[in-house]
């Protein structure tokens, strides 16, 4: 193989490598220079970020390093390419990478795919276009800047000589690389053939035929099938269990006790089941009995009674600006109230599951829906005592991940269970376990103060949050940015909080936070519009109309988002009887959201008609897959606003879809998305509708019904969707 | 073990399967056909929708020796090349996001247009509502039910 390459300026830090690879195809790769700089960017086993390769039949090949979880990623990525490098998008081929270092982030996760790939994806087909124009240039004897380019040709109009890209890749592989910082990037909407489009999912014909893709249907060569059990108090161990009658049943091969450890995220402890099928491993476990060793009993009713006794306390402040009990003492109206959410679930619909094989090498492979494999990785590694470059981690299509996939409890387990074992071994996790055993978004309660000043604008804001720790510290998925709006939108602020130790698993939930606090604070700031006597596009506009200090958003492009969701609504239409209008903004993850919802009520059954969503997330790559991350968010909010996960003894309560009842075909409502594409580099869409759909649609319930939601879900305040 | 004899998207597989086993791991563990996705297994979420028949069963709940002498269609076998008026219609309207739900969907939606050509909207909420999404397609599931209701109508075979 033959390698020309150049490091580049700092500034953009990024490294270009072209080589031509024995079959004759043209390998155009970017990434961080790194180790690659530091010894001169000569370094042969550098692979990079990235790459295109383009082969003789015209075929050009994108690899996708990141998982794909739903979220669109190995769409538009490709697209990004091919945009710049000006192809069609039929001649483009998508190729899933495995878990490597030299890709660098490997995740799903924070919406952050978009942001981090920009740059590479542009320089690989802009450096890589280059390289092929100048082919064409040097080939014909005319100026480079003479020849342009589409559909894959090269063409010089004057001499009206072409050529296919193919034909140019020979020539292209003997020029110097360019230098990066000198390539132009196209990055407006403007400059865009293929990005903005409405372009279809690269894997939906093996989807919508049925083809192997995720997790389960890898099918291994003597492959056997477990099921683990694990102790439903979170952590609890196995003191006794019928593991001998187990193991004499149909079909079971091994049944075995797993020490683990006591980290909630690692390895519990639990007992494995493995069979010639997944059937014979479930209906054994039904046989099994097991004597559990609980060391806590946390239950939700316990939760209620902490946060009322800590309602009464002071909390501990995080932040406070100017002097928000004088500010109180000087109001002409103080307005109060105190807002609720529960615990919930991820529930993907793929339930966890993980291959795995234990070779007579000591060499683990992996195969996992996972959206952080990296870590995965790190925790096989570290449990099992083997060597992370002796691991090689398959990134399979995964079945939803919304923040559950982060952990790689289910990666552990298969990997134990295999070398176990000593055959290859799908571990499938059933829909109770995944309920039971999930990393949940905490509850929260928020207890509200806000005094109006003689013109309606809120003068003193005070926020009491009670959430989730333990040792002290807020779990994850707990907890609030000092910082978070409106902080910094009032003169006088103060954010105390205290916590609830807990032994519960919890974990980040698509937009962590946000997806839960959204709802409070918007719902609040809806009573105190109204107390004020104001319109709630005005409050709320006028509210990102000053700052006193830092703003904690960016106010413009916050309130372009809430302005045309309300001008495409019609706000200040009278919606008739029994129905009214809902509205919220919000920004996380880079991404600025607003909505405004339509409900239709009929007494307390409310029936959410449409959504009307206000968008900046910078230029739109794929329209499709940004549309369907926005009406996917909506849906989310809507059904998981009627949920709960509960717990007793220290278990959960919940186990399936019967009393965890997501929203289903006929609640669905009808979403439409305006996109404003300012001038910001593209960012991610996999969060930031999520958190302001929720108190869109409970605004839009008191608009329609007089009934203020101030405690999810929904049926707390006698709602029904 | 039972020796049971399936009619599988058109051809016939005999099968050494414990008793009471579930179509559903009949198809991924004994057939290796994976494309019938478990979400449940109590019969709710519709992930593990095959036609009997022509119509949509949750083959989780359908034990597999009760099943000979039927025809069962997996999405293996809707059309294997993806030519289906419904799978065209879900690519082109992009309906899938994880995809995990989307074999239950489209095979749901297949036997509702082979019914009812020209479904209203109430027949697709009746149709629809028992196979859950929990990346919330549902929308687009409607448009393209229509879409391809309109292919059908213009003379597509279906
Ligand atoms: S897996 Fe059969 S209905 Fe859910
Ligand atoms: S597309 Fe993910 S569950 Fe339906």
Redesign the pocket.
Known sequence: MKTRETDTDLSRRSFLKVSLMASGALMVGVGFGGQSLASGGKDETWVPNLYVRIDHDGTVTIVSKNPEA?QGVKTAFPMVVAECLEVDWKDVRVEQAPLDDRYGRQVVGGSRGTPDGWDDLRIAGTGALYMLREAAASLWGVPAGDCSASSGTIRHAGSGKSARYAELLDKAATLPVPDVAALSLKSRPEDFNLLGRFVPGVDNHKILTGQPLFGADVRLEGMLYAVYEKCPTFAGKVKNANIDEVRSLPGITHAFVVDGTNELTGLLPGIAIVAESWWQADSARSKLKVEWDTSHSDSTADFDRQAASLAGGSGKTMRHDGNVEEALGSATKIVEASYYYPFVSHAN?EPQNCTAVFKESGKMEIWAPSQNPKSGRALVSRVLDIPQDRIHVNLTRI??GFGRKLRSDFMVEAAWIARAVKRPVQLQWTREDDMRHDFYRPAGWHHFRAGLDDSGRMSAFDHHFITFGNGGETISGAGLSADHYPAGLVPNFRLRQSLIETHVPTGPWRSPGHSAYCFAYQGFFDEVAEAAGRDQLEFRLDLLSRSFGEPPLDLKRTSDTLRIAAEKAGWGRSAGPGRGLGMAFHFDHGGFVSHVAEVVADGPNIRVEKVWSGIDVGPVINLSGARNQVEGCVVDALSTAQLEITFAGGATEQSNFHDYGLLRFNQAPEIECHFIQSDHPPMGLGEPPIAPATPAITNAIYAATGIRVRELPLRRAGISA | MNQVKLSINGQIHSLDLPPDMPLLWALRDKLDMTGTKYGCGIGICGSCTVLVDGRPAQSCRLPAAKLEGKEIVTIEGLAPNGDHPVQRAWDEEDV???????GG?VLTAAALLERNPNPGDEDIDQAMSNV????G?YFRIRKAIKRAALEIAAGEPA
Request: glycine share 24%.
């Open positions: 739903g619909l079945g939803g | 899938p996001q994880c995809g995990y739900c989307q969907q859950l999404c929990r990346c397609t």
